[in-house]
């Protein structure tokens, strides 16, 4: 059924809203929770755009994810480098695409109507929802290894050291589940529960990483023994053959943030609050949590003679029980903080887009849930070669394309005007295109795909690569599948489409 859109008002700072939607309540791609925010509803400031990053950086996989780069044989500095410009480098597509949020209050998958088409939007609201999904169930996983250290400490031998069942003892896996429900329970009170879980834990969660670092410190004999490890890749040809790799990784770790920011800035009260709050809160915080990850790391090297990336498995040697009480407590706030955040208001809004009448934003933050266990994220992570170079630089290869897309088409051609009403229409309206897909932009997102991660390589993928001649492009995936993405798209420009004048 076809239905009119109702004209949008626009403030006098830009942000555009619809007065009255009730011209497009009644088609089958709205619901509440996929609806325009209206003004006064968008009241994020500064600071909670600030502490969002905060609860979502400094978590335990954003830990192993520094501490990885010395495993794999990084010193300090190079791996302080490689985290550093790697987040510099994805805040770039990630304040561009949250432009759209603040200024029309709609979350990605809807956003993603106006360049993909309004049934089209499904194929990447889907894909970066399942990614999502696997990251939700990594960070249960790791939040539940570090509630096992915690009982482990208080009830002894027996809870550590019990049972195995499925390659791991029965009382973790009691730890993962508890620690997937108590996530649930936040999720089904709604996005408003978890901003004011993000900003009460946002100002704590850096104390678990703190004690992990001092007591290596204090053992370890101060920063003498961690500042002069060597690194054993050295600056030649071994370290710029795991850098480029690392990089890609680096960028792809927050490079789903980077398509979904939308889901949270519809939510701002300004497009300078929420471009303030990023700002402040991603690089500081990540480059914080890494350099205090890098340090310990490179620690525990020094005392045990080798890299500990899980801090779960560090904070279970040390001697002091109320030591580790207190750093895995911290840890396990943080890893709640950071998972609903990152991994579960993204899929949330995705599945709901999927089938707006059908799925709520709690049902869709259950489908999460379920997914990220049905994924087996405890074999995600099981090794940091893994980790990074097939998990995340194949993800990372794929969503580049996606947001290559999303900056092509809503800076370049679109010039950030987008019809408001219309991204809501059924069957009618500037982003039905054909059936309700773009082809040019699943075109330009295959494209792009293919060239970045058609050559992955190592892992579970052959040693030649997937397509061999490819092959030397998956070490650059990230950029690859992005300038690829932008450019398709770019020249795929339908001169002839109706021009949005809002």
């Not at 335990?60 to 794999?72: D, F, K, N, V």
């Not at 998958?109 to 499904?122: C, D, L």
């Not at 009170?189 to 009460?200: C, H, K, L, S, T």
């Not at 932009?441 to 579970?460: E, I, K, N, Q, R």
Request: glycine letters at 10%; one cysteine or more.
């Amino acid at each position: 059924m076809a239905v009119e859109s109702s004209p949008p008002q626009v403030t006098p700072d830009g942000r555009v809203e619809l007065s009255d939607v009730s011209p497009i309540r009644d088609s089958r791609f709205f619901n509440p929770e996929l609806a325009p925010v209206p003004i006064e509803q968008r009241t994020w400031t500064t600071y909670n755009f600030f502490a969002l990053w905060m609860g979502m950086a400094h978590n335990i996989p954003s830990y192993t994810l520094a501490a990885s780069l010395i495993a794999l044989g990084m010193d300090w500095v190079q791996a302080f480098l490689t985290i550093t410009l790697g987040n510099l480098i994805v805040l770039i597509p990630m304040l561009l695409n949250s432009h759209a949020g603040t200024k029309y209050g709609i979350p990605f998958p809807v956003f993603a109507r106006a360049f993909y088409g309004v049934r089209g939007a499904n194929l990447v609201a889907l894909l970066r929802a399942f990614i999502a999904c696997a990251w939700f169930g990594i960070q249960t996983w790791v939040g539940g290894k570090a509630l096992h250290v915690i009982i482990g400490r208080l009830a002894g031998e027996g809870w550590s050291n019990a049972s195995v069942v499925g390659g791991q003892p029965w009382t973790l896996w009691l730890c993962f589940f508890g620690f997937w429900v108590v996530q649930m329970l936040v999720i089904w009170r709604g996005m408003d529960a978890i901003r004011r879980f993000e900003n009460w834990t946002a100002p704590l969660v850096s104390v678990g990483f703190l004690i992990l670092l001092g007591y290596v410190l204090v053992k370890a004999g101060g920063f003498g023994p961690i500042l002069h490890s060597a690194s054993k890749l050295g600056w030649g040809p071994e370290f710029w053959k795991v850098f480029f790799p690392s990089l890609m990784g680096m960028i792809a770790f927050w490079s789903t943030l980077s398509l979904n920011m939308p889901d949270f800035t519809r939510f701002g009260g300004s497009q300078r609050k929420q471009v303030t709050g990023q700002i402040l809160g991603l690089p500081t915080t990540m480059s914080f949590i890494a350099i205090v990850a890098i340090l310990t790391t490179s620690g525990a090297q020094a005392i045990y003679g080798q890299a500990i990336w899980d801090p779960a498995d560090l904070a279970s040697r040390f001697d002091s029980t109320i030591l580790v009480l207190i750093a895995l407590i911290s840890l396990v706030l943080a890893t709640i903080s950071a998972n609903l955040a990152a991994n579960v208001v993204s899929p949330s809004y995705d599945f709901s887009n999927a089938f707006p009448k059908r799925i709520t934003f709690a049902i869709g933050g259950l489908i999460t849930g379920v997914v990220g266990i049905l994924i087996q994220p405890w074999r995600l992570i099981s090794d940091p070669g893994i980790y990074i170079f097939a998990w995340l630089g194949f993800y990372g290869g794929l969503l580049a394309s996606v947001a290559g897309v999303f900056v092509s088409g809503y800076w370049v051609i679109k010039k950030t005007r987008l019809e408001l009403g219309d991204l809501y229409l059924d069957g009618t309206g500037a982003y039905w295109f054909n059936g309700g897909w773009n082809w040019r932009a699943v075109a330009a997102t295959l494209v792009g795909s293919v060239l970045a991660v058609g050559g992955a390589y190592g892992g579970p993928f052959p040693a030649d690569g997937l397509i061999p001649f490819l092959k030397p492009l998956y070490d650059y995936n990230w950029v690859v599948g992005f300038v690829a993405g932008f450019l398709v798209f770019l020249a795929l420009k339908d001169d002839t489409a109706k021009e949005t004048t809002r």
